[in-house]
Nanobody, 130 residues
Framework: QVQLVESGGGLVQAGGSLRLSCAAS????????MGWFRQALGKEREFVATSRWIGFSTYYADSYADSVKGRFTISRDNAKNTLYLQMSSLKPEDTAVYYC???????????????????WGQGTQVTVSS
């Protein structure tokens, strides 16, 4: 069983930065695909970024939603079983609850879908003021 706990959310002014963390339990973290999603008030949960496990030669492929590309960076520290999301140049429209998700097996075709992920954290609120 994988348990995920997010932290690092908060209130920040537009143009500012935040780094979210997701601490994961379980010994197979390094071979899991890990993703970040967000859900704004009254909207559906949407894909933000993913670090997809693709094998022992290349290891990971990172992908981003167009709305955050160039501003957000996903990374992972397998020694600490922790996933990160570095967010820069934040905009008011980035305001949402951010969720960490994990999947033991995933494809490029499904990695942006919430249905592809088996494990979810409780979420952390990010609020960007204008």
């Amino acid at each position: 069983q994988v348990q995920l706990v997010e932290s690092g959310g908060g209130l920040v002014q537009a143009g500012g930065s935040l780094r979210l963390s997701c601490a994961a339990s379980g010994r197979t973290f390094s071979t899991y695909t890990m993703g970040w999603f967000r859900q704004a008030l009254g909207k559906e949960r949407e894909f933000v970024a993913t670090s997809r496990w693709i094998g022992f030669s290349t290891y990971y492929a990172d992908s981003y939603a167009d709305s955050v590309k160039g501003r957000f960076t996903i990374s992972r520290d397998n020694a600490k079983n922790t996933l990160y999301l570095q967010m820069s140049s934040l905009k008011p429209e980035d305001t949402a609850v951010y969720y960490c998700a994990a999947a033991p097996s995933i494809t490029a075709a499904t990695m942006r879908s919430t249905h592809a992920y088996e494990h979810w954290g409780q979420g952390t609120q990010v609020t960007v003021s204008s």
